[in-house]
């Protein structure tokens, strides 16, 4: 009999991750033999209560594209989550009579104000979030708590604090309004590896960045995107979300939840 909890990241396309090696490598550390974790790609999420029955998963992460369309298919929600509007951690629990319960949980949102609130400097009063997903919701949950305005910047912007990187290239280059961003923020795949826009910045105009910015991109695979290696190269402060991913994966909470 299979007793090991089984754990798992959903997503589209997850060449990218390091997830499973990081979990594997907590295990190894700490002495931990009872549970594994896979990466597990899905083209939609149609079949996920099947797939998690499957797999006896315990609990799951959830990546892109799913950290918002996910929600529907969860059967309840933490309070943080429910209010950003994203889950990136599903428990798997069960009812009474034996079918699965989804709870969606975030922990995106607090890992990233764990590492921002390091970085920021007095003048750091103004943000441009580019990308409106899941993740793009977590860092905005988190900038409200560090009371930090920002705006959503959006290749198809259709509400009204989502501005296109026209507008927004507007604002960051008009250094006397009160307004002027000096934290930027990449919440989009643009500059991931293993994705066709592995070689692109989703920010057009580096040379709007100073010292007095700092651009702080999730991805962490690789390093330095182009768009970190352009901040730097114009003398922003920089960035990257490895950390924000070890933060993330320790409040999840797999490497303690128990059967």
């Not at 090696?21 to 597990?40: E, K, N, P, S, T």
């Not at 929600?77 to 994203?86: C, D, N, R, T």
């Not at 962490?220 to 995107?225: E, S, W």
């Amino acid at each position: 009999m299979d007793d090991r909890l089984h754990f798992a990241l959903i997503g589209s396309k997850l060449s990218h991750s390091w997830s499973q090696h990081w979990f594997d490598d907590q295990c190894r550390d700490r002495g931990i033999d009872d549970r594994d974790y896979a990466l597990v790609e899905l083209d939609s999420l149609d079949a996920l209560r099947a797939v998690v029955a499957e797999r006896r998963l315990r609990a799951f992460n959830v990546t892109i594209p799913y950290k918002r369309a996910i929600l529907p298919l969860l059967d309840e929600l933490s309070p943080e989550s429910a209010a950003i509007g994203a889950v990136n951690v599903v428990e798997v629990r069960r009812n009474g009579d034996g079918s699965l319960r989804l709870y969606g949980r975030n922990t995106d949102a607090p890992a990233f104000l764990q590492t921002l609130s390091t970085l920021l400097q007095p003048w750091h009063r103004h943000a441009l979030i580019l990308g409106t997903g899941g993740a793009a919701h977590a860092v905005a949950w988190a900038l409200e708590r560090c009371h930090i305005g920002y705006r959503y910047v959006s290749r198809t912007p259709a509400k009204p604090d989502e501005l296109s990187y026209s507008d927004a290239v507007a604002l960051a280059a008009d250094k006397e309004r009160p307004d002027a961003p000096h934290l930027v923020v990449n919440a989009t795949p643009v500059g991931m590896s293993g994705t066709p826009w592995q070689a692109c910045s989703p920010w057009p105009r580096p040379d709007l960045w100073s010292p007095r910015h700092l651009c702080y991109d999730l991805i962490y695979n690789p390093g330095q995107t182009p768009f970190l290696r352009d901040a730097a190269a114009h003398g922003a402060a920089t960035a990257n979300g490895l950390d924000m991913l070890h933060r993330q994966a320790l409040l999840s909470g797999f490497l303690t939840l128990m059967d």
